[in-house]
């Protein structure tokens, strides 16, 4: 079985200053990771995606994530927030194997203050 | 070209009574998934058609769930009677048929509230 833990569920960052948004993942298998993020009234959209290739994954709108194995760790980060950036954020899982869907995290609730 | 939709956008329903929801996924997207977020909860995988046969439904909730996909393109979830804790988000998401780590693209999901 897998499972994924964000740490804190709400994150208030200055902008400017550094977004830190923790996962950490469990799986018997070596998994694959994605980070979504949800606008208000809007879907889940894909941040980035790791599949084994590059530890350090760069994603859209100026953010990457780095896979740690030894941490089972996949922190989602973004040097200088934007007050764009308030949002729910997801991390995510999906096993190597036949079944192809996701387990998520809780969701981290991200506030940009001016 | 058009996203994952999903109708309605919200649904108010009493206890017994019975909601469908609609999912229309990208076009020509085969893999078809339903996952439901209850309140203060994580989102959870329901089930996944692949065209219009189920490929795994391990996640739906009881026999009071039913999804169809009906000639492979848009689906259904009705839930019959609803109870108070179906109450929350259901998000459908459709990708391509193709190598292992295809995007999946989620819809907007349909806020459902039973009373």
């Known amino acids: 079985a897998q499972s994924v833990t964000q740490l804190g569920s709400h994150v208030s960052v200055s902008e400017g200053a550094l977004v830190l948004l923790r996962c950490n993942y469990s799986?018997?298998?070596?998994?694959?990771l994605f980070w979504y993020v949800q606008y208000p009234n809007q879907g889940l959209q894909l941040l980035l995606k790791?599949?084994?290739?590059?530890?350090l994954v760069k994603g859209i709108n100026g953010f990457e994530a780095e896979f740690k194995k030894s941490e089972t760790s996949f922190h989602l980060t973004k040097p200088s927030a934007h007050m764009s950036d308030a949002a729910e954020y997801f991390c995510?899982?999906?096993?190597?194997?036949?079944?192809?869907?996701?387990?998520f995290g809780s969701g981290t609730q991200l506030t940009v203050l001016p | 070209e058009a996203g994952v939709t999903q109708f309605p956008s919200h649904s108010v329903i009493e206890k017994g009574q019975t909601v469908t929801l609609r999912c229309d996924p990208i076009?020509?997207?085969?893999?078809l998934y339903w996952y439901r977020r209850v309140m203060g909860k994580e989102i959870k995988f329901l089930l996944h058609?692949?065209?219009?046969?189920?490929?795994?439904e391990s996640g739906m909730p009881n026999n009071r769930f039913l999804a169809e996909r009906t000639g492979g393109t848009y689906s259904t979830l009705k839930v019959q009677p609803a109870e108070l804790e179906d109450s929350g988000v259901y998000f459908c998401?459709?990708?391509?048929?193709?190598?292992?780590?295809?995007?999946?693209?989620f819809g907007p999901g349909t806020r459902l509230t039973v009373l």
């Open positions: 998401a459709s990708s391509q048929v193709g190598s292992f780590t295809d995007t999946q693209y």
């Open positions: 799986s018997s298998v070596p998994p694959y």
């Open positions: 790791y599949t084994s290739a590059a530890t």
């Open positions: 995510a899982v999906m096993a190597a194997g036949s079944a192809r869907q996701l387990t």
């Open positions: 076009s020509g997207h085969d893999n």
């Open positions: 058609f692949v065209k219009e046969s189920k490929q795994d």
